[in-house]
């Protein structure tokens, strides 16, 4: 059913213009994120947007299914013929086009005003924010038009053209609003700048505040690029401060020429830079290898690595004692530099640089290209660093740092993660612009994290036992059995571990409860003449229920992940007696919490079943999760043992 959108736009600039009467009396704008999952991609989307073009947009979004056929073959890609109806001059894809149009025009016309007035008054998140939400009403506008598949009108070449110029014109004012605060006030420090002067600065135990006021602001500026803007977005501008200011510094400490009793205070800030650089280059590199070798155009770490080394060299043969400046030069400078710098190429570094060595020889020795050269413990830790400096997740980096060197990263991981506390809450979506609210609502906490991780090693290594290998040390240290008593079905709060397998369990189960979901009437039985007549008929269905949930299982116990099995027969060693699980194993035990997570979760009813469920439905189903919590009673003792032996029979 098509949605009536005559009134969209009206409706965004509605909220516009309450925007701008608030933003007028606060000087304040609010900022909404973009859903976590649709953020970067291919077209680049941002992590953020004005609160008022984030609810235009979800706004757009639901239009967009309803004007849509729900029932489209998807996994073909083909959209419904939508009729024109009578009286109309415009089908609905097309109607929808023309009011996104023009909704998308008030919004840039709402972001150019506020921008405007936010770089008179030097405010860089809003213009961060501003930045962000032009970039969202291109994106959107781009998308729209290839779902759509409507004829390119004039009006919406020209929004696009509108889009594409005030991005360039924003991230231009940001550049140059940013540069010239950094060259003017922050990197002017007259006290500190005095080299000359006899006496030492602050008795040689501080470096220039410039410098510590450079390291905060680069800081500054890369968190709220971070928390604000598109991924790609935020790189360039981070990279073309960062380079230009260094720059800056550089030319000046290369110049200077200190006096005697300066000359600590000099070395102090040499120093100071270099470790900034290198704290900053993981956030605009792709690759940990880039830190080490690197080719003109791959990256800004190119000249980076010039000018940080650069500097070093000057900074050397400004502060080295002047026997070993006279000995380099007896043998030769020319010779010297050579053998120790990089290869007579301008267009790339093949080998650690230097500058990098001489801070942290251990992390970065000398004359290595690649990761590979380097101890486990040094590959991890850059690896995973350069993961966690990126503006948007890098999957690759991701898993590659978690599987690397024999699984160090996730070895160390997991055994921070075995016993951290923490409840597991259902979470909610986030209801921002593209929300994903089957991705979004786990809660990131140490269960969750866990439980990715072993997703990840489940999914990508082909061997069975190294789920086993890696969760079975920590299980059997942390001791915390009391999850896998069969008393203790219903309770959802278990440790990481615990969580993380039945989470790899539960896609093999979602199709039985469906089947059972299916047999369940929308209302609970007609109410007979006696009471006990309905507890009866109702004790009958839900054994029923149960009995079919457990049989389903045994038919699809080969779906159940093998590496789950192998990890859950290696826990079972490990149990005291004094602990029973259902069915007298870990993985029978294992499907049931997955079986009751499911049952006990209405939110996932409704996504396998046709329609969301009734009320009536879902009482039913609590009471047959109730059943789940007691099968150690005796009665389907038959039955779990059957499914025990059809899972471990793989």
């Known amino acids: 059913m098509a949605m009536d959108v005559s009134k969209l736009a009206s409706s965004s600039k509605d909220k516009l213009h309450k925007e701008w009467a608030d933003f007028k009396v606060s000087a304040k704008v609010k900022a909404k994120p973009v859903c976590l999952y649709a953020i970067g991609g291919q077209r680049d989307t941002p992590i953020s947007a004005l609160d008022s073009v984030s609810t235009g947009m979800c706004i757009w979004e639901e239009c967009l299914k309803l004007t849509i056929d729900p029932t489209v073959d998807r996994s073909r890609g083909v959209l419904p013929r939508v009729p024109v109806p009578k009286g109309k001059p415009q089908s609905p894809k097309a109607a929808l086009m023309t009011a996104v149009e023009q909704s998308g025009n008030y919004m840039l016309d709402h972001v150019k005003r506020i921008s405007e007035n936010a770089f008179i008054a030097g405010n860089n998140k809003i213009l961060f924010v501003c930045l962000a939400s032009a970039a969202l009403v291109r994106n959107r506008l781009n998308t729209y038009k290839d779902i759509l598949k409507q004829p390119s009108s004039k009006n919406l070449t020209s929004a696009l053209g509108r889009c594409g110029e005030m991005v360039e014109f924003l991230m231009q004012n940001i550049l140059s609003y940013n540069c010239d605060l950094l060259h003017s006030a922050l990197l002017h420090d007259p006290a500190s700048h005095d080299w000359t002067n006899v006496k030492p600065y602050h008795e040689n135990e501080k470096f220039s505040e410039s410098i510590q006021m450079w390291a905060f602001y680069m800081q500054g500026v890369r968190n709220d690029l971070w928390q604000y803007t598109s991924p790609r977005m935020s790189e360039s501008i981070l990279a073309s401060i960062f380079t230009d200011t260094l720059s800056i510094l550089v030319t000046r400490y290369a110049q200077i020429e200190p006096s005697d009793m300066r000359l ?16 900053t280059l993981p956030s605009l590199v792709a690759s940990p290898t880039m830190l080490f070798s690197v080719r003109i155009h791959e990256s800004v770490a190119l000249p980076i690595h010039r000018r940080a080394d650069l500097l070093l060299k000057v900074a050397a043969l400004k502060c080295a ?26 267009t790339s570094i093949e080998s650690t640089p230097n500058w990098l060595t001489f801070l942290n020889p251990s992390l970065f020795p000398r004359g290595q290209s690649s990761l590979r050269f380097l101890g486990d413990h040094q590959a991890v830790y850059l690896t995973l660093l350069t993961v966690a400096s990126r503006p948007q997740p890098q999957y690759p980096l991701i898993i590659r740092g978690l ?7 996730t070895k160390t991981l997991m055994e ?8 597991v809450t259902a979470g909610k979506p986030c209801d921002g612009p593209m929300c994903m609210p089957h991705l979004c609502s786990p809660p990131l906490i140490p269960h969750t994290v866990y439980a ?7 999914r990508c290594v082909d061997w069975t036992p190294a789920l086993s290998n890696l969760i079975g040390p920590g299980v059997k240290q942390s001791g915390l059995w009391d999850s896998l008593d069969r008393t203790q079905v219903w ?15 539960a896609p093999s189960v979602v199709g039985v409860v469906a089947e059972v979901m299916r047999a369940v009437p929308p209302k609970p039985p007609a109410k007979p003449a006696h009471p006990s007549q309905l507890s009866v008929r109702l004790e009958h269905h839900l054994a029923a229920w149960t009995l079919q949930l457990l049989t389903g299982l045994e038919g699809v116990a080969d779906s159940v992940p093998l590496p789950v099995i192998y990890a859950a027969h290696t826990i079972n060693t490990y149990l005291p007696p004094t602990i029973k699980p259902t069915g007298g194993h870990v993985v029978t035990h294992l499907v049931v919490n997955a079986l009751y997570s499911t049952v006990n979760s209405r ?7 046709d329609s969301p469920i009734t009320d009536g439905q879902w009482d039913m189903m609590i009471a047959v999760g109730e059943r789940l919590c007691s099968l150690h009673d005796g009665n389907y003792d038959s039955h779990l043992k059957q499914m025990t032996q059809a899972l471990l029979f793989q």
């Open 416 to 423: 921070g993660l075995h016993d951290a506390p923490g409840q």
């Open 491 to 505: 309770n959802i709060q278990r440790p990481p571990w615990h969580h993380a397998l039945v989470q790899l369990i």
């Open 321 to 346: 004692p002047i026997e070993n400046v006279a000995r380099i030069f007896h043998k030769g400078f020319d010779n010297a530099v050579k053998r120790s710098g990089y290869p007579d190429s301008p």
């Open 403 to 409: 599987l690397m060197r024999k699984f160090l990263g």
């Open 603 to 609: 939110e996932s009813l409704d996504q396998l079943n």
């Open 452 to 458: 990715a991780i072993a997703q990840i090693v489940m």
């Open 264 to 279: 600590q205070h000099y070395k102090a800030d040499v120093v100071a830079i270099l470790t900034i650089v290198a704290a």
